[in-house]
T-cell receptor, first 113, second 112 residues
Framework: KQEVTQIPAALSVPEGENLVLNCSFT??????LQWFRQDPGKGLTSLLL?????REQTSGRLNASLDKSSGRSTLYIAASQPGDSATYLC????????????FGTGTLLAVQP | DAGITQSPRHKVTETGTPVTLRCHQT?????MYWYRQDPGHGLRLIHY???????DKGEVSDGYSVSRSKTEDFLLTLESATSSQTSVYFC???????????FGPGTRLTVT
């Protein structure tokens, strides 16, 4: 059974710091991996999606990498800002047309001004 | 933002009562999903739909049923609510060939 783990559960950094969030999964036979952001009391906002054939995706200050063989993905946030404070979730899809997602429990990020 | 709404946004109900949550989309996407989010468990899939009247179970489907009579609406029903079903419920959509999932704002359900 696929399991997705995110470590650390919480992270606090000063503004301007570059940081890395980690996501690991137990079964490397994934179809894609998606990173989300969740603000308190809100829904999930998709940040980046990486197909299994890709190694990384970039959007603005965000860069996500994928290493299927080792079962790991990282989300790199450059020059962090207080507005980046949120919970970051990763989720993997094991394929099939229905694209059901299996989520990690998230990393709560606080960027201190 | 993807056009997804959920209703109600908040609900308090008593144990044993039936509850129906609604997800409505304006994107005409084929796939719709219901997840629940609980502390320590992350989001878990309850049921999903791959077309009108086509649904299937997810990881935590016991105590829940779903219906999809129109492309735009996906209903989640708790036949007899229990305290263990207190949670935040999220609806999501995706389209064939576009593997990205888009989420609604969520419904906070409290069963007393």
């Amino acid at each position: 059974k696929q399991e997705v783990t995110q470590i650390p559960a919480a992270l606090s950094v000063p503004e301007g710091e570059n940081l890395v969030l980690n996501c690991s999964f137990t079964d490397s036979a994934i179809y894609n991996l998606q990173w989300f952001r969740q603000d308190p009391g809100k829904g999930l906002t998709s940040l980046l999606l990486i197909q299994s054939s890709q190694r990384e995706q970039t959007s603005g200050r965000l860069n996500a990498s994928l290493d299927k063989s080792s079962g790991r993905s990282t989300l790199y946030i450059a020059a962090s800002q207080p507005g980046d404070s949120a919970t970051y979730l990763c989720a993997v899809s094991e394929g099939g047309a229905t694209n059901k997602l299996i989520f990690g429990t998230g990393t709560l990020l606080a960027v201190q001004p | 933002d993807a056009g997804i709404t959920q209703s109600p946004r908040h609900k308090v109900t008593e144990t044993g009562t039936p509850v129906t949550l609604r997800c409505h989309q304006t994107e005409n996407h084929r796939y719709m999903y219901w997840y629940r989010q609980d502390p320590g468990h992350g989001l878990r899939l309850i049921h999903y739909s791959y077309g009108v009247k086509d649904t299937d179970k997810g990881e935590v489907s016991d105590g829940y049923s779903v219906s999809r009579s129109k492309t735009e609406d996906f209903l989640l029903t708790l036949e007899s609510a229990t305290s263990s079903q207190t949670s935040v419920y999220f609806c999501a959509i995706s389209e064939e060939g576009d593997y990205e999932q888009y989420f609604g704002p969520g419904t906070r359900l409290t069963v007393t």
